[in-house]
């Protein structure tokens, strides 16, 4: 079993700036790629990166590329999500996740490939 607490959401001004974090603790939580995702009200939830279990690897959607940075420090088991030039469009609840295997495959963008979520923190832009 992997648990993830994420923590730093927050209300912040549009061209403002967060950094997400998501710390993960049980058998082989720090050998797994992440990803986040989030969803917005009334809204499905997406795909906003992933990364290799390294953290070679980085993978992002449209939306937030040139934006937003993952990284993680496996020597804490954490996982980061940093947040620039923030739009109210990126306002959602966002989650981190542990994927099922140890390898990224072609779908990193589908939340079907992640076992463990964390319990989710609301980031809201207001304009």
């Known amino acids: 079993q992997v648990q993830l607490v994420q923590s730093g959401g927050s209300l912040v001004q549009a061209g403002g700036s967060l950094r997400l974090s998501c710390a993960a603790s049980g058998r082989t939580s720090s050998s797994r790629p992440m990803g986040w995702f989030r969803q917005a009200p009334g809204k499905e939830r997406e795909f906003v990166a992933a990364?290799?279990?390294?953290?070679?690897?980085?993978y992002y959607a449209d939306s937030v590329k040139g934006r937003f940075t993952i990284s993680r420090d496996n020597a804490k088991s954490t996982a980061y999500l940093q947040m620039h030039s923030l739009e109210p469009e990126d306002t959602a609840v966002y989650y981190c996740?542990?994927?099922?295997?140890?390898?990224?495959?072609?779908?990193?963008?589908?939340?079907?490939?992640?076992?463990?979520w964390g319990q989710g923190t609301q980031v809201t832009v207001s304009s």
């Open positions: 990364i290799s279990s390294t953290g070679l690897d980085t």
């Open positions: 996740a542990a994927h099922r295997f140890a390898l990224l495959g072609p779908n990193y963008y589908s939340d079907r490939e992640y076992a463990y």
